[in-house]
RNA sequence: GCGCCAGUGGCGGAAUGGUAGACGCGCUGGUCUUAGGAACCAGUGGGCAACCGUGGGGGUUCGAGUCCCUCCUGGCGCACCA
């Protein structure tokens, strides 16, 4: 019976070359897909081009040609690269995000997510990276640095789109419990991400005025010890009541700390009430408050909190304690009874977390509340080379998102690239329009689509990527979820927890019937190679080092080189190596045998030129046994070949192919240890099947050769009855020891064995003084002999 | 700090609670030779041996690399998340 599989393996950025981790990514998803062609299912394995992105933009600057041609260039010449490792991909498929039969179906969608309300427009804190004149993700700051210029980013408030993310936050937080095939590390990452937590929203009244703060917690019990409100100094109080100078110093205080765990604050000149007390409570502005977190207040219980004990302490705020606990242990914030705490004394944690909740409900002070950590998904970016969002402002401020009629947005192709930012902002000529409907002058949104938008839904349009609409529902419904999603586990937060909002969103805006995008998710590991460094730090390509007596050299010259850790191939660490060199040296099955040989697929994989040489000659050793005369081949023959049938599926199947190797290598040691050739026999075309997921090339010139076929399909069926073996070897413990093995019959009688085996001198030997006082007889398994 | 994962020969790694080290690399000895990044044969956890061996210690079990507790080490992720 055959069943659709749809096989995706994650698509590339067209960087200019394919690199080694590609390479392990494609084999590994093609061997699967080649494999469940042979089957008889209905596969589905396309490719494409992750095409947007900085980088095209960097490299128009840095070589002066425009960000489509580099890109289009770069595609032409991977996807070259590409066909040389023989993957099985349906190029019929294949899409490129940059093209506008791509980009113009998800403007589309970006109207239908604002019609839906998941798409919307405000004022945020962004990183701002003040060189590149751009926006950054969270994920391209790296230690408060622009990862490309090394510029401290700034934060800046601006007006940028958001997807809704956060209303699936309780969604894709559940759903993760469904998703069975995947690795436990990603959910988990994703858990943590989307950061629920459960406790109260409690409102804290300014004195003398009608304001008051929101501040959630997780600790309402511990209220009754609260003794200061601490607020970040982007909390919307903190403009009200300081001026914008005094903002920008205490701003600048704040990143003069040089640790950043150590606590800091300003008092400012209100405080809040109590929300049960007659009392007062002292309102600063502290360093450590998120403004991204909760509602960017918290109210300070010192006695219970790490974090309020510390800032307590250092500007002598009372201590109030209000669990029971010994004073050395404070701060403590593990369970207990509570006290000093009149309508809770005595309750413990989670009881005083009820009570004190629903007292603040009847008496309209706070309400229990779930807060998520992740937040909306903001999607501007202030760069050329991306999508355009399809949106017009009016001279007056006001917008308007296009309709669908109007699309699409095109990208221009003539814009000055030399300057530093968005281009498209200085694009006269396409950023002023007239508006089709108002007939008012209207100007174009400038900023483009995150180019995580672009991969959010691309697995979708490659189920009908020449269409006139994004997607056909049925289609999607019938083709979805991918079966197999392979790729690399950096992309466990971002992407495939925007995959998983778009496909959720979609599903309610088309109604459609599928809830997540991957159904199995396999993360390869890394591809890592040995590192070389001259004693200046200096990094040295492996290729160049040589040995001379014990010591390392440079190539060609007398200076020492020292061998570092083994590291993930980079550039910058030269110790890449590059698939064109290794293609044309080994050959492509001799590489593809490579990438899954040496660690399991998830693992990292050493590169070693001993792994690849011994692959290479794994193949010749293939062909050479081929090429001889055949034998006499026995039933044992035709059995050990049904296993190899059996194991190779098996571990296909698990992504074990590390171990389909070595079934290679034990069904021709086999083979060639016993003189037994099969030449052109049934046998050998059952093997060239198997064979044929993992090297396609020399399983089909093998094909063609000894069958002058070129038909390689209908995985072999085996006859499990083969793989049962009547005969085995049985080993005999003493106390759960191995003391020896017999050769014994499946199904021996018990009694008549152990008859046999007390007469072993082995045996005899260690049980002759002693008493047996239990046989343990796994039927078939092992037999235990207990003495005393 | 919190969370997750992992520790098995010289190395990469195999082992539904049932013969630990499959398979490969490397290494040792040998054969052949058009002297090679070949091919083939034999060996290869430790120990002369009895025996001992899966990071350390404890436990469950007839039996533990595998399950439980605890500690140590390494990796990854998150990191003032209130």
């Keep these: 019976m055959s069943s659709k599989k749809y096989i995706l393996e994650m698509f590339p950025y067209p960087s200019g070359n394919i690199h080694m981790g590609h390479v392990r990514n494609y084999v590994i998803g093609d061997i699967c897909a080649r494999y469940h062609k042979l089957k008889g299912d209905e596969v589905i394995h396309p490719m494409g081009w992750d095409a947007f992105g900085l980088p095209a933009e960097n490299a128009a600057i840095q070589f002066k040609t425009h960000p489509q041609d580099w890109t289009l260039s770069n595609i032409e010449n991977m996807k070259k690269q590409l066909k040389k490792l023989y993957l099985d991909l349906d190029w019929d498929r294949e899409i490129a995000t940059c093209n506008k039969d791509y980009y113009r179906f998800q403007q589309e969608l970006f109207i239908d997510l604002y019609n839906a309300g998941l798409a919307y427009k405000k004022d945020s804190l962004v990183n701002w990276d003040p060189v590149d004149q751009t926006v950054l993700a969270n994920e391209q700051v790296i230690d408060g640095k622009g990862w490309r210029t090394g510029a401290i980013v700034e934060k800046k408030n601006l007006s940028q789109w958001f997807f809704k993310i956060t209303n699936y936050a309780e969604e894709l937080l559940v759903d993760l419990d469904k998703l069975k095939l995947w690795p436990d590390k990603v959910k988990t990452m994703q858990k943590n991400w989307i950061g629920k937590s459960s406790g109260a929203e409690i409102k804290f009244i300014i004195h003398g005025s009608e304001e008051y703060l929101n501040i959630f917690t997780t600790r309402p019990d511990t209220i009754y010890g609260a003794t200061f409100i601490a607020v970040s100094i982007n909390h919307p109080i903190v403009s009200k009541y300081l001026d914008e100078t005094k903002i920008k110093k205490i701003k600048e205080e704040f990143n003069l700390i040089e640790d950043d765990k150590n606590k800091m604050g300003f008092k400012l000149n209100i405080s809040c009430k109590h929300p049960i007390l007659e009392k007062e409570l002292p309102i600063y502005v502290a360093n450590f408050v998120l403004d991204n977190y909760g509602e960017g207040a918290i109210f300070g219980c010192p006695a219970h909190d790490e974090r309020d004990f510390e800032f307590a302490k250092k500007y002598s705020l009372p201590i109030i304690k209000v669990i029971e606990c010994d004073d050395e242990s404070l701060p403590y914030s593990g369970d207990g009874q509570l006290i000093n705490s009149p309508i809770l004394n005595g309750l413990n944690k989670d009881n005083a977390i009820r009570k004190i909740i629903s007292f603040f409900e009847k008496n309209g002070i706070g309400k229990e509340k779930i807060n998520y950590k992740i937040r909306d998904w903001g999607v501007s970016r202030q760069r050329y080379w991306g999508c355009p969002i399809p949106v017009i402002y009016y001279e007056d401020g006001s917008y308007r998102v296009l309709e669908k009629s109007e699309l699409p947005v095109f990208l221009p192709y003539n814009v000055n690239l030399n300057s530093q930012g968005n281009a498209l902002i200085n694009l006269d000529s396409w950023r002023n329009i007239k508006c089709t409907k108002t007939n008012k002058n209207a100007y174009r949104e400038t900023d483009t689509l995150d180019t995580f938008v672009d991969s959010s839904w691309y697995y979708i349009r490659f189920l009908n990527n020449k269409l006139d609409k994004p997607f056909n529902a049925e289609d999607v419904n019938n083709l979805l979820p991918v079966d197999k999603y392979i790729g690399g586990i ?263 064995i152990l008859h046999y085996v007390y007469k072993l001198d082995k045996i005899k030997k260690k049980i002759s003084d002693k008493q047996i006082i239990k046989v343990i007889n796994v039927q078939d398994k092992i037999i235990n002999i207990i003495t005393k």
């Design 490 to 752: 950096e992309h466990a937060i971002l992407h495939l927890l925007y995959s998983r909002f778009f496909m959720k969103a979609l599903r309610d805006i088309y109604n459609l019937k599928v809830d997540e995008p991957f159904k199995q998710l396999f993360t390869q590991g890394m591809i890592t190679h040995k590192t070389y460094k001259t004693l200046n730090n200096e990094w040295v390509m492996p290729k160049e080092v040589v040995s001379k007596k014990g010591k390392l050299y440079k190539q060609g010259t007398s200076e020492e080189i020292f061998e570092g850790p083994c590291e993930k191939m980079s550039k910058s660490k030269k110790n890449v190596v590059e698939p064109d060199e290794i293609l044309e040296n080994y050959g492509v099955d001799a590489t593809r045998i490579f990438m899954i040989s040496d660690s399991p697929p998830d693992r990292e994989l050493e590169w070693t030129d001993e792994g690849i040489q011994s692959s290479k000659n794994l193949i010749h050793r293939i062909e050479k046994y081929f090429s001889k005369e055949k034998s006499e081949i026995s039933e044992e023959t035709t059995k050990q070949v049904e296993k190899f049938i059996f194991d190779i599926e098996q571990n296909i199947m698990n992504f074990s192919l590390n171990k389909c190797v070595a079934n290679i290598y034990t069904l021709f040691n086999y083979l060639e240890k016993n003189k037994i050739y099969l030449s052109n026999s049934d046998l050998s075309k059952k093997i060239l099947i198997c064979l044929y997921p993992i090297v396609p090339s020399l399983s089909s010139s093998l094909n063609k050769k000894l069958f002058d076929s070129l038909d390689i399909n209908n995985w072999p069926v085996i006859d499990k009855n083969l793989l049962i073996e009547e005969s085995i070897i049985l080993p005999i413990q003493i106390q759960g020891k191995l003391v020896t093995t017999i050769n014994a019959k499946k199904g021996y009688n018990e009694e008549d």
